[in-house]
């Protein structure tokens, strides 16, 4: 199958564009905050690929144990027939999991912003999978509303959310953002969803604390990307990462800080920081399986199975549409 990306929802200003107006927006509010997307550009990306190779960070590769492990046993809850859908398919090693695994799968449907990476990663699974039906859709999961035609002549949709990508979000844009996926995949439809779990706060801390500052890097990489897309003039030795574990609120807050007071330009325009001031840039929620219970069942979703490391408490849920 050699099917050209799709671009559905394509946004409508460029992404240079839309960068410059959340951080314009972002640095101008109180507290200020940049969202986390934009953390991955191809630097940014790059980062992240090397946090999951940290030993501190636990997730990716617990998460592919657990999907190694059980990957048998997904396939026969999902069924033949499927389409196989992933929100932001990043580095394809966790999909090509099920895509062994799964039976008579009728399409892969990476969706994801960036094209540039939609455009290699399909590439390179069509070389690696020739039986398969690759069906790249350029778009914002968040936004997008239809999937190709073609994908709705499966058997089932089945979704697939990996990574704890979930616990970006904050409680109520979770449930959202599993309404439209629910939306999105149809009656009958699951969702193969990967969640961090609730565990000692010291685990938590070095995850996004580790010894070799990598997860700094990816921090202030953002700081670089403004001077390097936005005409910024962030001095990178001005401000530090922050990372540490909310327990009240169950998530881990990261900020880069102001280590002076000085001033900075972005775009044209002038912002001041105290010394000390911080700015949000990411959320990572942190969840037990009453948590899990709830928000399944708030998006649409009812729980059918969890597969649990017990170490390093990490869960891949299969959620069955409602
Ligand atoms: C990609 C959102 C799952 O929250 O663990 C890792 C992002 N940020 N280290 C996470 C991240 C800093 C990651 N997610």
């Not at 657990?66 to 048998?72: A, E, G, T």
Request: proline share 4%.
């Amino acid at each position: 199958m050699n099917s050209t990306p799709i671009l559905l929802d394509w946004p409508q200003l460029d992404d240079r564009t839309e960068f410059k107006e959340a951080v314009l927006a972002g640095l101008s509010r109180t507290p200020r905050a940049i969202p986390a997307k934009f953390l991955y550009d191809a630097q940014g990306s790059a980062l992240f690929d090397a946090i999951c190779e940290l030993p501190e960070y636990y997730l990716t590769r617990t998460e592919i144990q657990i999907l190694r492990r059980h990957s048998s046993e997904i396939a026969d809850l999902a069924g033949a027939g499927c389409a196989l859908v992933e929100f932001g398919s990043g580095s394809s090693v966790k999909s090509r999991l099920l895509i062994e695994a799964l039976k008579d799968l009728q399409s892969y449907v990476p969706i994801d912003v960036s094209r540039d990476h939609l455009d290699a990663t399909a590439a390179q699974l069509r070389r690696d999978y020739p039986w398969l039906s690759v069906v790249p859709v350029g778009a914002d999961y968040m936004t997008l509303t239809a999937l190709p035609p073609r994908v709705n002549g499966a058997q089932r949709r089945l979704g697939f959310f990996p990574g704890s990508t979930i616990g970006n979000l904050e409680p109520k844009d979770a449930t959202e953002f599993l309404r439209r996926a629910r939306a999105l995949l149809g009656d009958g439809s699951a969702l193969v969803l990967g969640v961090d779990l609730k565990k000692d706060a010291r685990l938590l801390h070095d995850a996004y604390n580790d010894g070799a500052g990598v997860t700094a890097a990816f921090t202030l990489n953002l700081l670089r990307r403004m001077n390097r897309e936005l005409d910024a003039n962030f001095d990178l030795s001005g401000f530090a990462h922050e990372a540490f574990y909310n327990p009240a609120q169950g998530r881990i807050e990261i900020y880069f800080r102001s280590l002076r007071s000085q001033t900075v330009h972005v775009a044209g325009q002038v912002f001041r920081f105290q010394e000390g001031e911080r700015v949000h840039t990411e959320y990572s929620y942190k969840y037990d399986d009453v948590g899990i219970g709830e928000l399944a069942r708030s998006g649409g979703f009812a729980i059918e199975k969890i597969w649990r490391d017990p170490v390093r408490l990490f869960a891949v849920c299969f959620l069955a549409a409602t």
